[in-house]
């Protein structure tokens, strides 16, 4: 029989530098302000030689682990986690992060002033984007103030009814990374739950140090998710590749610039793959 928790933190690792885990599990320990009535869970996707899980588990033994190596991806991961356990709301958390405040009670209060809440995202501090514009948003929306209609929140922090994100069919596994939270919050809203932005409340998010950084095998998963996502709404997939090949060809012109040969023809391959796959 699964044990029940009033709350499941659910994080998902592939390759992580230990530190900053151990900064994240500290910083839960730190914050969690319902005690032994949340569970951590890290479903770990590394390869198996690459992270010493005895030492995380000798280190914080409540805290569960699944070694993972398959990577069956980001969504499909974060099931696994959730699948463990029983819970009445489960938080899907990056492991780049860490809380700095306790929230989780706070969270829980909202949820319940509104049972039509499926899930709720906070302000991020350290990164730029705490919420986005949708890819079919049209360009003169304002961004200002968070739109459910129009914006969805960081997957960072999506902290969810249990049963709203059951009801909703979970993560969609065929998505391996990327427009995840587009998906899922487009399925609550058909059932009739809201998404929305507490931006009270804070969390500390450390991936803008990375942003600069172009990854290739990215940018070609990233272009997948999104045509899978377009062909699965009955969208126009040109209207999302758009606003992402203009960001490519300022990428080409920098790189040019800079006579980055290397990476030139590296922005010209991802270029020559998103174009070839809308044929």
């Not at 800079?258 to 990476?263: A, G, M, N, V």
């Amino acid at each position: 029989m699964k044990m029940k928790y009033e709350l499941l933190v659910v994080t998902v690792t592939y390759k992580p530098e230990i530190s900053e885990l151990i900064k994240f599990i500290d910083s839960y320990k730190r914050y969690n302000d319902l005690g032994k009535s949340a569970k951590l869970v890290i479903v770990d996707n590394s390869p198996t030689s690459f992270l010493d899980i005895s030492r995380i588990k000798s280190k914080y033994p409540d805290v569960t682990i699944v070694e993972n190596p398959n990577n069956p991806g980001f969504g499909a991961s974060n099931n696994i986690g959730f699948k463990l356990f029983k819970s009445d709301y489960v938080l899907f958390m990056n492991n780049d992060t860490e809380f700095v405040e306790p929230v989780f009670k706070s969270l829980i209060k909202l949820h319940e002033s509104d049972e039509h809440i499926g899930c709720i995202g906070i302000r991020q501090l350290g990164s730029k984007l705490s919420y986005f514009k949708k890819f079919t948003t049209p360009s003169n929306i304002n961004c200002s103030n968070f739109n459910e209609k129009y914006h969805i929140i960081s997957g960072a922090f999506m902290f969810f009814k249990s049963n709203a994100f059951i009801e909703c069919g979970m993560f969609d596994t065929k998505i391996f990374m990327y427009l995840e939270e587009f998906d899922i919050s487009e399925r609550l809203n058909r059932k009739n739950y809201h998404v929305i932005y507490a931006s009270q409340y804070y969390f500390l998010h450390k991936k803008e140090r990375h942003r600069k950084e172009i990854n290739e095998r990215l940018w070609i998963i990233g272009a997948q998710s999104q045509l899978y996502v377009c062909k699965k709404y009955g969208l126009n997939p040109r209207i999302g590749f758009y606003g992402a090949n203009k960001r490519l060809y300022k990428y080409l012109c920098y790189y040019l610039v800079l006579f980055k040969i290397r990476d030139l023809f590296m922005i010209l391959r991802i270029l020559k793959y998103r174009y070839s796959i809308l044929k």
